[in-house]
């Protein structure tokens, strides 16, 4: 399983340096108003776990902490306690931040949880059978990948987003059974025309099927 870019975690904590530095004019005596501890101390807080865990509300939530945060320190501007260094060094967190996480790939990750490749089990490229039913009717398609949270099956028969299908994968070699049968929920579909298919991912797998299919995978490294 791969996993996440350090830049990932270094732009998501960028936003730390908000309450870093409310905490540095606390200890050195300045005052800090009750409003300051929640704007820059408790949101920036927030704000860099929901980026962390990749929410798409912290998404949105982002653009609306920087226009509140840039708000604040336009008003700062002309007074007497404003600092050039510090409403500077603002506004380059702000410019970089959105560059970033605006940044197309980026974005998608918030939106798309099939690219969010770290929360996903590898999976092993295989050309194999596999059976499907759904409802009453049977299909016949081909497995192209597997790990041991789903599969990727190519067929022109393509389901909905959220359906649930029956799913039995036959093992070509003795792997303790001869074949995993469970259920699986569809979580994508390829709108490829040169690989139509769907990924799925398994519900309920028992322990004795979940060592075979890793057995399997052992076998095809």
């Known amino acids: 399983m791969r996993r996440r870019p350090l830049v990932f975690f270094a732009a998501s904590t960028v936003f730390l340096c908000f309450p870093f530095l409310l905490l540095w004019n606390y200890f050195h ?11 820059y101390g408790l949101l920036p807080l927030l704000l860099t776990v929901g980026l962390i865990q990749v929410s798409k509300v912290a998404w949105y939530t982002l ?27 603002h506004l380059v967190i702000y410019l970089l931040s ?11 990750l918030y939106f798309d949880p ?39 099956i190519e067929t022109p028969h393509t389901k909905e987003i959220a ?6 994968i036959p093992f070509p070699i003795p792997v303790g059974i001869s074949a995993v049968q469970t259920k699986g929920e569809v979580r994508w579909v390829s709108d490829n025309p040169q690989r ?22 052992a076998y095809q490294s």
């Open 114 to 152: 099939k690219l969010r490749w770290w929360r996903t089990k590898e999976r092993h490229e295989t050309h194999g059978p596999v059976i499907l039913k759904s409802g009453d009717k049977f299909y016949y398609p081909t497995l192209k990948n597997i790990s041991e949270g789903g599969c990727f």
């Open 29 to 39: 005596g300045e005052p800090v108003p009750s409003s300051d501890w929640v704007l």
């Open 163 to 168: 359906d649930v299908l029956e799913i039995t």
């Open 196 to 217: 139509m298919g769907m990924g799925v991912q398994f519900l309920g797998l028992s322990a004795e099927q979940i060592a075979a299919i890793k057995q399997f995978l």
């Open 63 to 89: 653009f609306g902490f920087i226009f509140i945060w840039g708000i604040q320190d336009f008003r700062n501007v002309g007074s007497e306690e404003a600092n050039l260094v510090s409403i500077i060094s």
């Open 98 to 108: 959105l560059s970033y996480f605006i940044n197309p790939r980026i974005r998608r």
